[in-house]
């Protein structure tokens, strides 16, 4: 390729990399709630902690308030995303929630441009160019993208760890194999559910380039291997201790679901829904026509890996979006292969053909971006704070529990109030499963309430859904505080006896 063209294709890739940072930086200031806020408050709720604990101006009291807010949530992964929030506090001096947008963002853009660096050096400039344009402008991946969690990280690792592996099968060298093997193990660390995808690409590239014996014997695959083993075990099992925990609770119940057709459709329906159908069967035809040997290897070596994580977690396969995005780089891939094999047949035609379907695909661009500012535009969370620090004056003293949006994470992050929380009706469900019986409602009641001196609800979609719960508070409780969007009911002192056991 001359330097001309090579500088051209650098310089859509830096245009297109700027208009998706352009899009991804509309509305940055709203708080970060129109994409799974129970993840992106578990985040905010780390990052103020950490920004307390580091701080040497912070009080003795500040210090105990944001580590009595952050014991109420589970830590999961380590606070990577959430540490570099926190470090850029302490530089501003306040907390400013939406520096992780930034972060995030520029992770996706990472991730962008070594999918585009992986699909040139398969397929050439023009395809890799195309995958990225669909990376970047799918509005589930624009709201991803500014979301206040490990996965936009995690992808960007991905992408990287595979590009390292696929320059280490073209010429394997003790450099390159550690590069791959570092990138690696930082990237399961930040999400361990990346090693699913992960290793079936490794596993696809290492097997089309030297065999499954040859692959056996390499040296440089069985040291990372044991090495993200032990980086697993350590920080999952024995530091958090919950590894053998989350297996017991999602996925050992879960395996019933295995056997129902509605399970494999709600998880397709899942993936239509926010990569879109067509996208999807484009990507997989690219991945099955395209005759770049170690591309289709990492590939379905890539989509067998997704498939085996999607199993071991049944049920966020079905309700989680984010559960999904290992995926979203393999469609973009495939997207870039299928244009590979289309490449030619388009050369051919008249200048004046290709100069129409390059005024279409900026068209699909244009369209796109407008749909994911239109979908930011739909939503404004900034009356947020207000309403969480009203509810919080309206609140008496003593214990409360309440059903509250996000399992109380809006209430702890933006009121400064942590409570402890009645299930919703989801999780009462999922205690059927877990149970294999559903608890009697005044039995779970009595359970929960025992002890506490009001009830909050704020979660009045949640409040409709659970009739149970609602008949036993209006029927035997007064109403302490009423205002829009939220109910304090007086546990302390029931209108009348509540029925005997």
Same mark, same amino acid.
């Given at each position: 390729?001359?330097?001309?063209?090579?500088?051209?294709?650098?310089?859509?890739?830096?245009?297109?990399?700027?208009?998706?940072?352009?899009?991804?930086?509309?509305?940055?200031?709203?708080?970060?709630?129109?994409?799974?806020?129970?993840?992106?408050?578990?985040?905010?709720? =780390?990052?103020? #902690?950490? #920004?307390?604990?580091?701080?040497?101006?912070?009080?003795?009291?500040?210090?105990?308030?944001?580590?009595?807010? #952050?014991?109420?949530?589970? /830590?999961?992964?380590?606070?990577?995303?959430?540490?570099?929030?926190?470090? =850029?506090?302490?530089? &501003?001096?306040?907390?400013?929630?939406?520096?992780?947008?930034?972060?995030?963002?520029?992770?996706?853009? &990472? *991730?962008? @441009?070594?999918?585009?660096?992986?699909?040139?050096?398969?397929?050439?400039?023009?395809?890799? &160019?195309?995958?990225? &344009? #669909?990376?970047?402008?799918?509005?589930?991946?624009?709201?991803?993208?500014?979301?206040?969690?490990?996965? /936009?990280?995690? $992808?960007?690792?991905?992408?990287?760890?595979?590009?390292?592996?696929?320059?280490?099968?073209?010429?394997?060298?003790?450099?390159?194999?550690?590069? *791959?093997?570092?990138?690696?193990?930082?990237?399961?660390?930040?999400?361990?559910?990346?090693?699913?995808?992960? !290793?079936?690409?490794?596993?696809?590239?290492?097997?089309?380039?030297?065999?499954?014996?040859?692959?056996?014997?390499?040296?440089?695959?069985?040291?990372?291997?044991? !090495?993200?083993?032990?980086?697993?075990?350590?920080?999952?099992?024995?530091?958090?201790?919950?590894?053998?925990?989350?297996?017991?609770?999602?996925? *050992?119940?879960?395996?019933?679901?295995?056997?129902?057709?509605?399970?494999?459709?709600?998880?397709?329906?899942?993936?239509?829904?926010?990569? @879109?159908?067509?996208?999807?069967?484009?990507?997989?035809? @690219?991945?099955?026509?395209?005759?770049?040997?170690? %591309?289709?290897?990492?590939?379905?070596?890539?989509?067998?890996?997704?498939?085996?994580?999607?199993?071991?977690?049944?049920?966020?396969?079905?309700?989680?979006?984010?559960?999904? $995005?290992?995926?979203?780089?393999?469609?973009?891939?495939?997207?870039?292969?299928?244009?590979?094999?289309?490449?030619?047949?388009?050369?051919?035609?008249?200048?004046?053909?290709?100069?129409?379907?390059?005024?279409?695909?900026?068209?699909?661009?244009?369209?796109?971006?407008?749909?994911?500012?239109?979908?930011?535009?739909?939503?404004?969370?900034?009356?947020?704070?207000?309403?969480?620090?009203?509810?919080?004056?309206?609140?008496?003293? @003593?214990?409360?529990?309440?059903?509250?949006?996000?399992?109380?994470?809006?209430?702890?992050?933006? %009121?400064?109030?942590?409570?402890?929380?009645?299930?919703?009706?989801?999780?009462?469900?999922?205690?059927?499963?877990?149970? %294999?019986?559903?608890?009697?409602?005044?039995?779970?009641?009595?359970?929960? =309430?025992?002890?506490?001196?009001?009830?909050?609800?704020?979660?009045?979609?949640?409040?409709?859904?659970?009739?149970?719960?609602?008949?036993?508070? =209006?029927?035997?409780?007064?109403?302490?505080?009423? %205002?829009?969007?939220?109910?304090?009911?007086?546990?302390?002192?029931?209108?009348?006896?509540?029925?005997?056991?």
């Amino acid at each position: 390729m001359s330097m001309a063209r090579r500088t051209a294709w650098n310089a859509a890739l830096v245009v297109t990399l700027l208009l998706g940072l352009a899009v991804r930086f509309y509305d940055l200031t709203d708080p970060p709630l129109e994409f799974h806020p129970l993840r992106q408050l578990r985040g905010a709720i =780390t990052a103020r #902690y950490l #920004y307390y604990r580091w701080n040497p101006a912070a009080t003795a009291d500040e210090k105990a308030w944001a580590e009595g807010l #952050y014991r109420r949530i589970q /830590p999961l992964e380590p606070p990577v995303t959430d540490a570099l929030v926190a470090a =850029t506090y302490l530089v &501003l001096g306040r907390e400013v929630l939406w520096v992780a947008r930034v972060y995030t963002v520029l992770f996706w853009l &990472l *991730a962008a @441009g070594g999918l585009y660096a992986l699909a040139r050096r398969w397929w050439g400039p023009g395809p890799a &160019l195309a995958g990225v &344009l #669909y990376f970047l402008f799918l509005p589930f991946a624009v709201l991803a993208s500014r979301s206040f969690q490990p996965d /936009p990280l995690m $992808l960007a690792g991905l992408v990287a760890s595979v590009w390292a592996w696929d320059r280490w099968v073209q010429q394997p060298g003790r450099g390159r194999g550690w590069l *791959a093997a570092g990138l690696t193990v930082a990237t399961v660390l930040v999400k361990p559910y990346a090693v699913f995808a992960l !290793t079936g690409a490794v596993v696809g590239l290492a097997w089309q380039r030297f065999g499954l014996r040859g692959a056996v014997r390499q040296p440089v695959l069985w040291g990372t291997a044991g !090495t993200v083993l032990v980086a697993l075990v350590g920080y999952y099992g024995l530091y958090r201790g919950m590894m053998l925990d989350y297996a017991r609770t999602w996925t *050992a119940p879960m395996t019933r679901f295995w056997l129902s057709p509605l399970f494999y459709g709600r998880w397709l329906h899942n993936l239509v829904e926010h990569m @879109g159908g067509p996208w999807l069967l484009a990507a997989a035809w @690219g991945h099955a026509l395209h005759d770049q040997r170690r %591309g289709a290897a990492a590939g379905w070596g890539w989509a067998v890996g997704y498939g085996i994580y999607g199993m071991l977690v049944p049920f966020q396969s079905m309700t989680h979006s984010y559960y999904h $995005l290992p995926l979203l780089p393999w469609v973009a891939l495939g997207l870039a292969g299928l244009v590979a094999v289309l490449m030619p047949r388009l050369q051919a035609r008249p200048r004046w053909a290709q100069a129409a379907l390059a005024v279409a695909t900026l068209a699909a661009v244009v369209y796109a971006a407008a749909a994911s500012v239109r979908e930011l535009a739909a939503n404004d969370y900034r009356a947020e704070p207000a309403y969480w620090q009203e509810v919080v004056a309206h609140l008496p003293p @003593g214990k409360g529990i309440g059903l509250i949006q996000d399992f109380g994470l809006r209430l702890n992050y933006f %009121g400064g109030r942590a409570m402890d929380i009645w299930p919703t009706a989801a999780t009462l469900e999922l205690q059927k499963v877990w149970q %294999g019986r559903a608890r009697d409602p005044w039995d779970l009641f009595r359970d929960k =309430t025992e002890g506490y001196d009001y009830f909050l609800v704020t979660a009045m979609g949640q409040w409709e859904r659970q009739p149970a719960l609602r008949a036993i508070l =209006t029927e035997y409780y007064p109403v302490l505080a009423q %205002g829009e969007g939220y109910i304090i009911f007086d546990l302390r002192h029931p209108l009348k006896p509540l029925p005997q056991e």
